[in-house]
């Protein structure tokens, strides 16, 4: 196993983290709360999305790290044989996208769940639920964009 290897696990095991744990949220943890009332929602949510964000700023950190690596090992090599590097449609349309997916959990983790986290300080249940209106809307754009990108890498 080659350190382009493990750099190219570690990417995409990153992206199944964030995107898989995305899925898991949005399509069967956010549904089955309804079982609870909804200040035992806010506050599980909260708890929830707490450890979440956690996993996914490093998930973030080493999609990005990772994938900035390997495009800068693929230019040393091009250029150690005399070429010239030119970035393939995939690498650029997952540069890109996955530039934009990182962008939005910033606003995610860093504004729509601080204001989710006033709000559960405050047990202002009724801001708590809009904060986590917000927060699905983003993370379903996310998802969105997540299998999008996996579905045009897969499919060129």
Same mark, same amino acid.
């Given at each position: 196993?080659?350190?382009?290897?493990?750099?190219?696990?570690?990417?995409?095991?990153?992206?199944?983290?964030?995107?898989?744990?995305?899925?898991?949220?949005?399509?069967?943890?956010?549904?089955?709360?309804?079982?609870?009332?909804?200040?035992?929602?806010?506050?599980?949510?909260? @708890?929830?999305?707490?450890?979440?964000?956690?996993?996914?700023?490093?998930?973030?950190?080493?999609?990005?790290?990772?994938?900035?690596?390997?495009?800068? @090992?693929?230019?040393?090599?091009?250029?150690?044989?005399?070429?010239?590097?030119?970035?393939?449609?995939?690498?650029?349309?997952?540069?890109?996208?996955?530039?934009?997916?990182?962008?939005?959990?910033?606003?995610?983790?860093?504004?729509?769940?601080?204001?989710?986290?006033?709000?559960?300080?405050?047990?202002?249940?009724?801001?708590?639920?809009? @904060?986590?209106?917000?927060?699905?809307?983003?993370?379903?754009?996310?998802?969105?964009?997540?299998?999008?990108?996996?579905?045009?890498?897969?499919?060129?």
């Amino acid at each position: 196993m080659t350190g382009s290897d493990i750099l190219r696990t570690v990417h995409v095991l990153s992206v199944v983290v964030w995107v898989g744990g995305m899925a898991f949220a949005h399509f069967f943890l956010r549904p089955s709360l309804a079982v609870l009332e909804p200040p035992q929602r806010v506050r599980l949510m909260h @708890a929830v999305l707490a450890r979440f964000f956690r996993a996914v700023l490093v998930a973030a950190t080493l999609v990005l790290v990772t994938g900035v690596w390997i495009i800068g @090992a693929r230019t040393r090599q091009v250029a150690q044989s005399g070429g010239k590097f030119q970035l393939p449609m995939d690498w650029m349309v997952m540069t890109v996208i996955g530039v934009l997916m990182i962008a939005i959990f910033g606003h995610i983790r860093f504004g729509l769940y601080a204001r989710l986290d006033r709000a559960v300080s405050a047990a202002d249940m009724t801001a708590g639920g809009a @904060a986590l209106a917000s927060i699905r809307r983003w993370v379903g754009v996310n998802l969105a964009l997540g299998l999008a990108i996996i579905a045009f890498v897969l499919l060129t």
